[in-house]
Structure formats: structure tokens, C-alpha cells
Nanobody
Framework: QVQLVESGGGLVQAGGSLRLTCQSS????????VAWFRQAPGKEREFVAR????????FYADSAEGRFTLTRDNDKNTVYLQMVSLKPEDTAIYYC??????????????????WGQGTQVTVSS
């Protein structure tokens, strides 16, 4: 059974930075695509960024491009989302998701197989 555990959320002022962590237990990420989604109150869950574990290619939503960076640590089976220049509109619960089978560029919620419990990010103005 795969479990994804997020951490690193918190309260930060606009312009600040946070680094979110997604760690897998129960299975390795070796065949996964790992993504971050977020969900603000009253809104649908939306794609933020994803990384293919093999090869390391990344893709970002327009809202994240240039401000967020995804990296992975093979030895720790962990994915990091570094977020800088945070804005109040980045406030949301951030979820880590894993996809078992390769697809070129999965960005939809329904394309992912495993989900973490989420971590709250709050950006004050």
C-alpha cells in the first residue's frame, strides 16, 4: 500500500517562500509521475506541477511557472516543491499525488492513483 505524506506548509507573508515535501512510503517512486495539486476554499482542485521520476522532466501550471520548482531525491524517495514569491492567491491546501503508469503529461485529478492528506499553505497580504 502506497502512502504519500506531505509536509512543509504553513503561514507566510506575501513575497515569502516555502518548501513542500512529499515522501512515499510503501513503494518507490521509480515508476511514478508525481504531481502537486492545490485546492482553495470553494474551488476545485487544480494542477500545480508534475515531475516524471524517470528522466526528471517537469511541467508547471501557468500560475506556478517561474515561481515554483519541483525536484526529486531518489535516495529519499521524496519530491520537493520550492515556492518563492508567494501570493495571497496561492493560499490553498496542497496535495501530493502519484501516478503509476506513464502518460506524457498528466494534469487532471482523475489521472492520479494515490494522494496524500494535504498540507495547508496560507499567504497573508
Amino acid at each position: 500500500q502506497v502512502q504519500l505524506v506531505e509536509s512543509g506548509g504553513g503561514l507566510v507573508q506575501a513575497g515569502g517562500s516555502l518548501r513542500l515535501t512529499c515522501q512515499s512510503s510503501g513503494a518507490t517512486f521509480s515508476t511514478y509521475t508525481v504531481a502537486w495539486f492545490r485546492q482553495a476554499p470553494g474551488k476545485e482542485r487544480e494542477f500545480v506541477a508534475r515531475i516524471h521520476w524517470i528522466g526528471g522532466s517537469t511541467f508547471y501550471a501557468d500560475s506556478a511557472e517561474g515561481r515554483f520548482t519541483l525536484t526529486r531525491d531518489n535516495d529519499k524517495n521524496t519530491v520537493y516543491l520550492q515556492m518563492v514569491s508567494l501570493k495571497p492567491e496561492d493560499t490553498a491546501i496542497y496535495y501530493c499525488a502519484g501516478k503509476i503508469h506513464y502518460d506524457r503529461n498528466p494534469v487532471l485529478v482523475r489521472e492520479y492513483d494515490y494522494w496524500g492528506q494535504g498540507t495547508q499553505v496560507t499567504v497573508s497580504s
